[in-house]
């Protein structure tokens, strides 16, 4: 196994991008050596776990986005950004955590039914999960704990919110303006 592949060092660079979006306002941000056994992709082609770990920001935070002010740390060791852009809001959350935690979001201002996620951890790479119904503007999220075991639990979990014109959120209830 390559370093690009271990677990759960792997989910520091889900940690290191949101630092450099949240605390260090990047406007981007470039790994310069892509296709090596440590970077985001592996020697012969194929994604590696860290390249997974930068998914959420690199597939669903597109050109033009913008990131909005969140709740950063609504419980200990879980990172939370959002980001809007092309009438849809994205939020990462991540789970250093040893422990599963349950995330309330409530949103304001905007409109959805549903909220579409996907997990990596150290099984899984982008892997859908089942909708998340949005009622009363809010919804839960499941963040499972991180662990240092191949068959740990997540670590981050990228949320996809449709059609949402603007949202806020906060912790017990994570607050995010849009």
């Known amino acids: 196994m390559t370093s690009g592949d271990r677990w759960p060092e792997a989910l520091n660079v889900a940690e290191h991008m949101y630092n450099a979006m949240v605390e260090g306002n990047f406007q981007a941000y470039v790994w310069w050596y892509i296709r090596r056994g440590y970077g985001p992709m592996r020697e012969d082609g194929t994604i590696s776990k860290r390249g997974y770990m930068m998914a959420p920001y690199s597939k669903f935070v597109r050109p033009g986005y913008i990131r909005v002010e969140a709740t950063k740390n609504p419980d200990q060791e879980v990172y939370v950004?959002?980001?809007?852009?092309?009438?849809?809001?994205?939020?990462?959350?991540?789970?250093?955590?040893?422990?599963?935690?349950?995330?309330?979001?409530?949103?304001?201002n905007g409109t959805a039914s549903t909220v579409s996620s996907w997990v990596t951890d150290g099984t899984r790479n982008l892997a859908a999960k089942a909708p998340i119904a949005i009622l009363n503007g809010s919804f839960t999220a499941e963040l499972p704990a991180q662990s240092g075991q191949r068959g740990g639990g997540t670590i981050h979990c990228g949320v996809f919110i449709d059609s949402v014109a603007a949202f806020n959120m906060r912790k017990q209830v994570v607050e995010i303006y849009i």
């Open 81 to 108: 950004s959002a980001y809007k852009g092309d009438n849809k809001a994205v939020i990462v959350a991540v789970n250093k955590g040893s422990s599963a935690v349950s995330e309330n979001f409530v949103l304001h």
